[in-house]
């Protein structure tokens, strides 16, 4: 592909992006798509035959991002500081979850019964687990079972972010939940 391309394609889906986490997913067409990115409609279907491949797109490279964070530790004494940028990024993300993707997330998931989001989860567990490992390893973290560990910090996240959705919920019950998290693999002394 070309750097033109690879431009065009960038510009697609990033625009795409924000058209998602305005509309949710249900909502977005491609003559949406092709309006925002000022582009035509065989321009588009160039790179992208639906919505749902670009918002799979989409969420694909958000995975990637999140992976990269977690990928990040180089050695054990970073393992503490990834971990905490982890959950800051959470944070952030719960306490603006109305312009995050997750309205989209929900809509797609909710009609599309596949195991995208399982494979989602079972990833981000995956390089949780790895991180935990790490910082064991080098002793920034109390002996746990890293796989559990890294579930159930997945399943308080995925709580939070519900909540969020549903509800209302306080920068200082976040915290709170983050900390009790935290607490349960620092090495006390």
């Given at each position: 592909?070309?750097?033109?391309?690879?431009?065009?394609?960038?510009?697609?889906?990033?625009?795409?992006?924000?058209?998602?986490?305005?509309?949710?997913?249900?909502?977005?067409?491609?003559?949406?798509?092709?309006?925002?990115?000022?582009?035509?409609?065989?321009?588009?279907?160039?790179?992208?035959?639906?919505?749902?491949?670009?918002?799979?797109?989409?969420?694909?490279?958000e995975a990637e991002?999140?992976?990269?964070?977690?990928?990040?530790?180089?050695?054990?004494?970073?393992?503490?500081?990834?971990?905490?940028?982890?959950?800051?990024?959470?944070?952030?993300?719960?306490?603006?979850?109305?312009?995050?993707?997750?309205?989209?997330?929900?809509?797609?998931?909710?009609?599309?019964?596949?195991?995208?989001?399982?494979?989602?989860?079972?990833?981000?567990?995956?390089?949780?687990?790895?991180?935990?490992?790490?910082?064991?390893?080098?002793?920034?973290?109390?002996?746990?079972?890293?796989?559990?560990?890294?579930?159930?910090?997945?399943?308080?996240?995925?709580?939070l972010r519900t909540?969020?959705?549903?509800g209302r919920v306080?920068?200082?019950?976040?915290?709170?939940?983050?900390?009790?998290?935290?607490?349960?693999?620092?090495?006390?002394?």
């Amino acid at each position: 592909m070309s750097e033109k391309s690879v431009l065009k394609k960038k510009l697609i889906v990033d625009t795409a992006k924000k058209i998602f986490i305005r509309k949710g997913f249900k909502a977005v067409s491609m003559k949406d798509i092709v309006e925002a990115c000022d582009i035509s409609r065989g321009g588009l279907y160039l790179y992208f035959s639906d919505t749902e491949e670009i918002f799979l797109e989409v969420l694909r490279q958000e995975a990637e991002a999140a992976e990269d964070i977690l990928s990040s530790a180089d050695d054990a004494s970073a393992a503490f500081d990834v971990l905490a940028a982890f959950m800051k990024a959470q944070k952030k993300e719960i306490l603006r979850i109305r312009k995050t993707l997750a309205v989209a997330k929900l809509e797609y998931f909710s009609s599309h019964k596949g195991s995208l989001l399982q494979q989602q989860f079972d990833a981000d567990v995956m390089h949780l687990a790895q991180l935990i490992d790490l910082g064991v390893a080098g002793e920034v973290f109390a002996p746990v079972d890293s796989q559990a560990a890294a579930e159930n910090i997945m399943y308080v996240l995925e709580g939070l972010r519900t909540i969020a959705l549903t509800g209302r919920v306080s920068e200082e019950t976040i915290d709170k939940e983050l900390m009790i998290l935290m607490q349960g693999l620092i090495i006390e002394e």
